[in-house]
């Protein structure tokens, strides 16, 4: 299993969406964290907390860009993916842009 907390080994500062938006992006993350894990059938546990926030388009690029990239099924990314956080707003968010991306592939 996988351990991956954002503010320790990304960044306390997550912004954008994609890399030309800057290195702290959704797509940064994701192509370095989640991608290669989900890929090959590991688990990854991605700790949210200890960052300023996140906006919208840094969580949704993240984990609904991984259905999208890799195409694959919300069932499989959720059962691989454990998503930590003290605020369950922000879990429900990310499971909802998983979702979301992996219902846009039908």
Known sequence: ???VSVANNFTRFPSGRYKRNG?????GFRE???EGPLQRGEHVTVDL??????????LEEAFGGVVRSLRLKADYVLSLLTIKSTDPEL?????QYIVEASEKLS
């Open 23 to 27: 290195e702290t992006s959704g797509e």
């Open 1 to 3: 299993m996988i351990m």
């Open 49 to 58: 907390d200890g960052t300023v926030g996140y906006g919208s388009s840094f």
């Open 32 to 34: 370095k964290f989640l």
């Open 91 to 95: 879990v429900n968010e990310v499971r």
